[in-house]
């Protein structure tokens, strides 16, 4: 079982930056692949970025990409993502989530999921 625990979230006007962390329990995180995911009101849940249990590959949506980055550190059990040149059209709530060892790109291939932190930004 791994829980997952995010935190970083807040309101930062566009063209700011914050940086979400993802804190999982489990002594075998570092063969998670792991992901983060955001939903805007009315909605999909839709993937932002992924990255492997090796953290030899990563992925990205197309809307962030050069923007956004997803690192992970075993040592600490902990997932990030970087937003840099954040739009109002990144307003969400993000969630990371946790699934067996590779990339996942769509939420139904992921296992565990944390409850989410909201990200606003101003125009």
């Known amino acids: 079982q791994v829980q997952l625990v995010e935190s970083g979230g807040g309101l930062v006007q566009a063209g700011g930056s914050l940086r979400l962390s993802c804190a999982a329990s489990g002594r075998t995180f570092s063969r998670y692949g792991l992901g983060w995911f955001r939903q805007a009101p009315g909605k999909e849940r839709d993937i932002v970025a992924a990255?492997?249990?090796?953290?030899?590959?990563?992925y990205y949506a197309d809307s962030v990409k050069g923007r956004f980055t997803i690192s992970r550190d075993n040592a600490k059990n902990t997932v990030y993502l970087q937003m840099t040149s954040l739009k109002p059209d990144d307003t969400a709530v993000y969630y990371c989530?946790?699934?067996?060892?590779?990339?996942?790109?769509?939420?139904?291939?992921?296992?565990?999921w944390g409850q989410g932190t909201q990200v606003t930004v101003s125009s």
């Open positions: 989530a946790a699934r067996d060892y590779g990339l996942g790109y769509t939420d139904s291939e992921y296992k565990y």
């Open positions: 990255i492997s249990w090796s953290d030899s590959n990563t």
